[in-house]
């Protein structure tokens, strides 16, 4: 417990102080992500927030992770300095999509195949139970890349993917605490103290944002935590079973991988790369729904703490039954959002154009324009 309590001050203290230093830093050096029609912000801010809370993070759990033999811990410490040095190059010079590709391919490789992390199991989800080797990589492969990726492509609004990754974070640490696995509590809970500090510098109006540095590191973390806690939670001689582990699992992450997996199969079946960019995601909806940037990371966060609530009351109708469940009603959502964002999008204000004469004076006659509202503009 003491481990966990160290951890989550020490990494909410360095991130704190870290972060004005950083913002120095990038105004002195013009380090800043640049508004576009695609972008959410309208003023350059600064793009480096992500080594900070990576600082808090890698400081709190080196020194608050119980050394103990064969432990898996030093090959987790080479996954994030490999991801956070793809981050940082992509954040400063940038980086092309199969540059950083490779880089979270070596960084998962060293957890799984060094630090022994796999999906051996799908726990009945399709009557599906024990997994061949190779099945097994290849789906822990594919979750790293997702995950990962998930959260970086959250990070478009003030405060989001940071909330969401404080959310999971905290919670699969609250778990591990729980059941006794320290050194995931302590990373859980690390992640989280950072996250906590970063955010009191990234909620709208954001002073800085974490880049790919932070949102890189909050998606190797969370997936290392999320493949740990199928893998305890779903043993039945466990300290804390629980019920369709797989399906819970979906439930925690639901909006940034549903939403990633979304606009990744909605870009291939255009004919376009899954990471190309667009205003396809859930928060360009909510954007799109005049929602500000504080209202938008309101609703992700609620909506995927209702996702997650239900997931643990509903964990008795089997694996099959509840991940079927959780992205139906993914699906359900987001599809009126979609709706009410297309409804919202087509909605065009009339415009009637009429001529005020000049009157008295010289001055040519004023064309104004007639809105529904009944404001005159002059055009």
Known sequence: ?????????????????????????????HLYDEPDERKAHKQRIPTLGGIGFFSGFIIAATICVPSMPNSPFQYMLAAFFIIFMVGMKDDIVGLS????????????????????????SMYGFLGINELPPNVSLILTYFTFIVVINAFNLIDGVDGHAGSIGLLVSALLGAYFLHVGEITYAVLGFALAGGLASFLIYNISPAKIFMGDTGSLLIGLVNTVLILKFIDVAGNPAGKMPIGATPGVAVAILIVPLFDTLRVFAVRMLQGRSPFSADRNHIHHYLL??????????????????????SAFLLQGIGTTWLTISVV???????????LARKRKLSIKPAVTTITQ???????PPKILRVTTNGVLQDK
Do not use: C, W
Request: charged share 10%.
């Open 328 to 338: 139906s009603a993914a699906t359900v959502f987001t599809g009126m959002l979609y």
């Open 357 to 363: 004469p000049a009157g008295q004076t010289a001055s």
């Open 288 to 309: 799109d729904l005049k929602l500000n940037h504080k209202q938008t990371t309101l609703v992700s966060v609620s909506v995927n703490v209702l996702f997650i609530a």
């Open 1 to 29: 417990m003491e481990n966990v309590l160290i951890a989550t001050v020490l990494s909410f203290v360095v991130t704190y102080f870290s972060i004005p230093i950083l913002i120095r830093v990038a105004e002195l050096k």
């Open 97 to 120: 999509p199969f540059k950083k590709l490779i880089g979270q391919l070596m960084a998962s490789f060293a957890v799984i195949y060094l630090g022994n992390l796999q999906i051996t």
